[in-house]
């Protein structure tokens, strides 16, 4: 195993209080449920606000400053094999895909972590995170560009394939309808709605391959008012109706 779990810990400060400069030979992941943190990390003073998360590699100095109130956070410190990887630490900004990982580990995770398999729980929670904080979509967010688009996918994907409109998105990220197409169209080339709608048919088609409903049932639980107009939607996408898009995915 490549991970290995030290200690588990769920914490609440409503006292002001100051963890001195310190270093360990382990990792440690300071993840903030609560209020605002303040960090001091390798010589830089940092902000840690609810959903964000600090990765800490081993030898590498830090600080806590519990001064303000209503504060609370999980630390994992555990252990992990090198591997080619370059070693990285830092904060890690909440977001749509560590907001859903950090609640499904406060649902499993009750305080500890002493049973095995609440720390196999926690081996892939890290391994997840590990892997995230090495992926395109990670790096991408470290620049405006790449954090637009990133919430911008994040927010189309979190409705699960229903409709979403680009004035709707335009509203929930403060811009105009317009700023944001043209925004998007540079950043990509492609058009918003475009997009959108490429998002979307990703969830039509897993729907279509792997759900085991009648297409009826698809057309709802997608929003579409009928199953006309979700197969007008699915073929104007695929070239082929739903069940045509069945037949074909399955070999039937």
């Known amino acids: 195993m490549q991970t290995e779990v030290l200690s588990v810990f769920f914490g609440k400060k409503m006292d ?8 360990h030979t382990y990792w440690q992941m300071e993840i903030v449920t609560q209020g605002v943190l ?4 390798r010589g830089e003073s940092l902000l840690l606000e609810t959903g964000d998360i600090l990765l800490i590699p081993p030898g590498w100095e830090h600080e806590f400053i519990y001064d303000r109130p209503g504060i609370s956070w ?6 992990r094999r090198e591997d080619a990887a370059p070693v990285w630490g830092g904060v890690i900004r909440g977001g749509h895909f560590t907001d859903r990982l950090v609640s499904s580990f406060k649902i499993a995770i009750r305080g500890s972590a002493s049973k095995n398999y609440e720390k196999t729980f926690v081996v892939g929670f890290l391994d997840t995170m590990f892997q ?6 990670f790096h991408a ?5 790449g954090a637009l688009l990133g919430h911008i996918t994040d927010k189309v994907l979190a409705r699960g394939g229903r409709a979403v409109t680009v004035n709707e998105l335009a509203e929930e990220l403060s811009y105009t309808r317009s700023h944001l197409s043209k925004k998007f169209k540079e950043i990509t080339g492609q058009s918003l709605k475009a997009y959108i709608d490429q998002l979307r048919m ?10 085991e409903l009648g297409i009826a049932e698809i057309a709802g639980d997608l929003g579409f008012n009928d199953i006309f107009s979700f197969s007008r939607y699915v073929k104007k996408h695929t070239g082929v109706s ?3 898009y069945q037949v074909r995915w399955n070999g039937l």
């Open 242 to 244: 739903p069940r045509e």
């Open 16 to 23: 002001p209080a100051i963890v001195a400069p310190h270093t």
């Open 132 to 137: 995230y904080i090495r992926s395109d979509d």
């Open 74 to 79: 999980i630390t994992l410190k555990f252990e």
């Open 38 to 41: 303040r960090s001091g990390f």
């Open 141 to 145: 967010s470290a620049d405006s560009s």
């Open 202 to 211: 990703q969830k039509v088609e897993e729907l279509l391959r792997y759900r």
